[in-house]
């Protein structure tokens, strides 16, 4: 009889294993299970799909600066139970000043049921859930879905979902687990470090790594995660979060490290930093030349460090500079003295810039900074300073203005000081861009020297830098050599010209790079910057072409002047790059608690009023708040008006404040409500707020009163 009621369970298993789809609004969401039945005395794994609307979003189990977690609340028959999701890699949702993390287009939140071994063969269970979302674009919606899943209960295993028995083991096995990471934070100067090493972090891409926290108040979300890599691992310098305010920080710092596009559960403790995750500490303690660093002397420290001087002329980061200076030896044709000298002022750039680099990293490590070769485009203002610069020279390569009247010729005007002072500045700045680059053979010559005595950390550098300066130096001084470089010639401006765009693509790259450290808000600054750069070249080459032609060209070459300076302090050395969360006109609004009684009165008082519509978990309303309701010139325009500023708070669901949203045709938050002080209906602000926006309808609201 058990036999027959298997096979029965058999042949109708596609038609019971079944589950309705709900479409909640802005998403569509269903339970799915991996397998077509359930057997007594095992486990199951269901999902809980969301196909969520185009632009729209939902939020992982930490949902950032705002917004709420996926819930499932189950219904389940007696003896059955049910696991918590199994969470997948989020990602980073930047709006305006905060950052949330969540899930876009198709997400499967797994869940393991376990059935109980007195289920009853043949028979169809119903398994009910609850799911509770909070959806968000410009507004945030609180959906919600009564979802079922009936499931036969079979003698046996039973077969695969064939459509959602693969996609659910995907999920499961891209989902974050522990992988044997080991870590450690302490707060220094300011910042939170957490070092990380591992099996999974050697031989991985670690420049896009990034620590998404279990606890919503540990770190800043909005601000960015620097990474220092070791030879072993890695450490995260972190804005801390409200948790490190007080007199008891954590003492453990759970969440999940992403590297390599792949997610890794981790559990860090208080304590001291290992050397090996940070910056270019001692080398891991193992066989084989590229990681005997800690075994060897000055001279193979040396020698390794010249071969990787030579091979980093080979990383693409340093291709646009080069090309600018075999651009230079080429002017030169076969001048061998100007080309010699050319090829020394270029090496002693090199060679002065890689020391001061050396010099300024020995000490801010011997001070205690976790810093590592390629510190300084760590720093923010620094690439976008580095950025208008490859602008400039850019600019300069595409005949906007000129640095002499041509390349061949350049420097002419200031004699023979002024070319060689252009090839010491290209050979600094060859160093400047190559800077993040390690090719083989530095990292352990550099952390063998970061090591030892400041002398013997120098000569390595030294080495290094003699390495890097190596072939443009040899060119210069080989006879044979300069004799194959062509001739100067009508043919250099178009070659000049078209060398231009290396220059234009490292300008680029170095804004990528800029938005990876502050996010999307550093480029409006940068690129207004360099249209204002670009102005003030313009009105230079102006002021060079008026000279020439005997005119006097004082007026514009000062504007120019003036504009780049501009250009460069706005840009490079705004103070929102360093403190994006400074607010010069931040203000407290004092808010009252809403309610449609208080409104009444304070209209039947001839007082304008603004009302919030808000909540704690919508992303647009906290964003709002920070940037244009916090502000001093609302608080003011409040006060000037007799204006009261009433919150409506929707955190938690208020019959009152849903209906008055959907009398206005609103679904969710934020809205925004200005009352004249004569009454009658209510000027509706945008979703998207600017402090002008609303002082205006204030200032409006009080002038009807």
């Known amino acids: 009889m058990r036999f027959l009621l298997g096979l029965l369970c058999a042949l109708i298993l596609p038609a019971m294993a079944a589950a309705q789809p709900v479409n909640t609004g802005h998403l569509t969401a269903e339970l799915v299970a991996s397998a077509q039945g359930a057997a007594p005395g095992q486990t199951l794994d269901v999902a809980l799909r969301q196909q969520i609307q185009k632009g729209w979003h939902t939020y992982w189990r930490n949902a950032g600066d705002s917004g709420e977690a996926t819930k499932l609340t189950w219904t389940l028959p007696a003896g059955w139970s049910a696991s918590d999701f199994t969470w997948p890699v989020p990602h980073r949702l930047p709006i305006g000043p905060l950052v949330n993390y969540g899930f876009e287009g198709e997400v499967l939140l797994p869940v393991r049921l376990t059935v109980p071994s007195s289920a009853a063969v043949g028979s169809t269970v119903t398994l009910k859930a609850k799911a509770d979302f909070l959806v968000c674009a410009d507004i945030c919606i609180p959906e919600s879905a009564n979802l079922e899943l009936?499931?036969?209960?079979?003698?046996?295993?039973?077969?695969?979902?064939?459509?959602?028995?693969?996609?659910?083991?995907?999920?499961?096995?891209?989902?974050?687990?522990?992988?044997?990471?080991?870590?450690?934070?302490?707060?220094?100067?300011g910042a939170l470090k957490l070092a990380i090493t591992g099996a999974p972090l050697k031989g991985a891409d670690l420049s896009e790594a990034y620590f998404f926290p279990f606890a919503g108040t540990v770190i800043d979300h909005a601000k960015p995660q620097t990474i220092d890599r070791g030879p072993e691992g890695l450490t995260l310098s972190i804005t801390p979060g409200y948790d490190f305010q007080g007199p008891t920080p954590p003492k453990e710092l759970g969440g999940?490290?992403?590297?390599?596009?792949k997610g890794y559960e981790l559990t860090a403790v208080a304590g001291p930093l290992p050397a090996t995750a940070a910056g270019l500490g001692p080398p891991p303690a193992k066989a084989g030349p590229a990681a005997a660093g800690a075994d060897l002397g000055l001279l193979s420290a040396a020698a390794f460090a010249f071969v990787g001087g030579l091979i980093l002329n080979l990383m693409p980061c340093v291709f646009p500079v080069l090309a600018m200076k075999a651009a230079s030896l080429a002017g030169h044709g076969g001048a061998h003295g100007d080309a010699r000298r050319q090829g020394l002022a270029f090496g002693a750039g090199v060679l002065a810039t890689f020391l001061g680099l050396a010099a300024l990293l020995i000490a801010l490590r011997a001070a205690g900074s976790a810093v590592g070769w390629g510190f300084q485009l760590q720093d923010p203002p620094v690439v976008a300073a580095l950025a208008l610069l490859m602008l400039l020279v850019a600019l300069n390569l595409s005949g906007v203005f000129e640095v002499g009247t041509s390349l061949q010729g350049a420097g002419s005007g200031l004699a023979s000081r002024g070319g060689l002072a252009g090839s010491f500045f290209t050979g600094a700045l060859a160093v400047a861009v190559a800077a993040p680059c390690t090719a083989p053979f530095m990292g352990p010559a550099l952390g063998w020297a970061l090591t030892q005595t400041p002398a013997a950390a120098l000569t390595v550098f030294?080495?290094?830098?003699?390495?890097?300066?190596?072939?443009?130096?040899?060119?210069?001084?080989?006879?044979?050599?300069?004799?194959?470089?062509?001739?100067?010639?009508?043919?250099m401006d178009g070659f000049k010209k078209l060398l231009a765009f290396p220059m234009y693509a490292a300008?680029?790259?170095?804004?990528?790079?800029?938005?990876?450290?502050?996010?999307?808000?550093?480029?409006?600054?940068?690129?207004?910057?360099?249209?204002?750069?670009a102005l003030a070249a313009w009105l230079f080459g102006i002021a060079q072409r008026r000279?020439?032609?005997?005119?006097?060209?004082?007026?514009?070459?000062?504007?120019?002047?003036?504009?780049?300076?501009?250009?460069?302090?706005g840009g490079a050395f705004w103070p929102a790059y360093a403190l994006p969360e400074a607010a010069p006109e931040a203000a407290k609004l004092d808010a009252e608690a809403y309610t449609p009684e208080r409104l009444a009165a304070l209209q039947a008082e001839g007082r304008p009023v603004l009302v919030n519509y808000t909540a704690a978990w919508c992303v647009s309303c906290q964003v709002n708040d920070r940037v244009a309701l916090s502000t001093k010139s609302v608080a003011d325009a409040l006060s000037r008006n007799n204006a009261v500023y009433l919150k409506a708070d929707w955190t938690k669901r208020d019959g009152a404040i849903a209906a008055e949203l959907a009398r206005f045709g609103r679904a969710g938050v934020p809205l925004y409500l200005v009352y004249g002080a004569k009454g009658g209906e209510p000027a509706i602000l945008p979703s998207i707020l600017t402090s002008g926006v609303v002082v205006k309808a204030i200032d409006a609201a009080g002038r009807n009163s």
Not at 168 to 180: N, V
Not at 256 to 261: A, P, Q, R
Not at 548 to 569: D, E, F, K, Q, S
């Open 150 to 189: 009936k499931l036969p209960v079979t003698a046996g295993p039973a077969p695969a979902d064939p459509v959602w028995g693969p996609k659910i083991a995907k999920a499961l096995a891209e989902a974050p687990k522990p992988a044997g990471l080991a870590g450690a934070f302490q707060v220094a100067g």
């Open 256 to 261: 999940v490290l992403v590297v390599g596009g």
């Open 462 to 491: 030294l080495a290094l830098g003699l390495g890097f300066a190596a072939p443009f130096v040899a060119v210069a001084f080989v006879p044979a050599l300069v004799n194959r470089l062509p001739r100067p010639g009508a043919w």
């Open 507 to 533: 300008v680029a790259w170095l804004v990528w790079v800029l938005t990876v450290q502050i996010g999307s808000d550093a480029v409006p600054r940068i690129l207004g910057a360099a249209v204002i750069l």
């Open 547 to 569: 000279q020439a032609a005997g005119g006097r060209p004082v007026a514009v070459a000062a504007a120019a002047t003036v504009l780049a300076a501009a250009a460069v302090v």
